[in-house]
């Protein structure tokens, strides 16, 4: 796991996310970077925020404050479909293009 501040394309950087329910935070100030080909793993015990970690870096829900970044792109705050489709261009993953047009067809 690489902590830089500067990330080549594809990189995957969280800078001090936060996530609070109600005046409960549930993650606080987490930080980190994937490299592309490089595999990252969360682990805590139940109830540390992981998956709310992953549901705020994927859109599935609101930040409540830090950044998250794909390369040079700025993705807070996007919603998933956004985040689903520009990851897939800047990662070369064009079947993901074709599957996104068929979901989202009416």
């Known amino acids: 796991m690489t902590d830089s501040t500067s990330a080549p394309d594809g990189a995957l950087i969280v800078r001090d996310l936060t996530k609070d329910f109600a005046g409960l935070r549930a993650v606080d100030g987490v930080s980190f970077a994937v490299q592309p080909g490089e595999i990252l793993g969360l682990i805590g015990p139940n109830g540390s925020g992981k998956t709310t970690t992953i549901n705020v870096i994927t859109g599935l829900l609101h930040i409540t404050s830090g950044s998250v970044h794909l390369g040079s ?34």
């Not at 993705?75 to 064009?94: D, E, F, R, Y």
Request: charged share 10%.
């Open 73 to 106: 792109l700025d993705m807070t705050g996007w919603q998933p479909h956004k985040i689903v489709v520009v990851s897939a261009i800047t990662l070369g993953i064009t079947g993901w293009i074709w599957l996104c047009d068929e979901v989202s067809a009416p």
